[in-house]
């Protein structure tokens, strides 16, 4: 689900379907999230420290 890892939330036993979905859904998704810290690291000029292609 949304970029995690299969089993991320959904493999917690217990946790019902919609509980599941209610922690998803206010999340960040963490490709997203990567996506916004390099460009974020682009646009400061840090890119290259971080090993990121410029």
């Not at 970029?3 to 922690?23: D, E, I, K, N």
């Not at 963490?30 to 971080?50: I, N, Y």
Request: without cysteine.
């Amino acid at each position: 689900m949304m970029g995690l890892p299969a089993g991320h939330v959904t493999a917690v036993p217990g946790l019902p379907r919609s509980a599941q979905l209610r922690a998803l859904g206010n999340g960040v998704v963490p490709p997203q999230a990567a996506a916004a810290v390099r460009f974020l690291l682009r646009r400061a000029g840090l890119a290259e420290r971080w090993g990121l292609p410029v």
